[in-house]
């Protein structure tokens, strides 16, 4: 079906910036909207923000509004993550959904990565 690769995580001073990419393999033109959550030990997975197919539409959750941009180039989703806080620490997943843009729900999404570790020290 669709195989979603992430990478460009890693260890970030608060303040400083990382960015993020997930590369889309195998039937991608069946891939509408993406997205990128987080999730940390305990706690559900945290909608961060999603892209239509055009690129041109895109939401955020509040607290990452301002700080991180969402873009995409065809089989390929970036996550520019500026100003990062201690809070933002979490393992990052890129998902992709056959239906059209605008959840930001986990559970709409068809398609997940593996997840790349995102550690931000203060």
């Known amino acids: 079906q669709v195989q979603l690769v992430e990478s460009g995580g890693g260890l970030a001073q608060a303040g400083g910036s990382l960015r993020l990419s997930c590369l889309a393999s195998?039937?991608?033109?069946?891939?509408?909207?993406m997205g990128w959550f987080r999730q940390t030990p305990g706690k559900e997975r945290e909608f961060v923000a999603t892209?239509?197919?055009?690129?041109?539409s895109t939401l955020y959750t509040d607290s990452v509004k301002g700080r991180f941009t969402i873009s995409r180039d065809n089989a390929k989703l970036y996550l520019q993550m500026n100003s990062l806080e201690p809070e933002d620490t979490a393992v990052y997943y890129c998902?992709?959904?056959?239906?059209?843009?605008?959840?930001?729900?986990?559970?709409?999404?068809?398609?997940w990565g593996q997840g790349t570790q995102v550690t931000v020290s203060s």
């Open positions: 195998g039937r991608t033109f069946i891939i509408n909207a």
């Open positions: 998902a992709a959904r056959r239906a059209y843009f605008g959840s930001s729900s986990a559970d709409d999404y068809d398609y």
């Open positions: 892209i239509s197919a055009s690129g041109t």
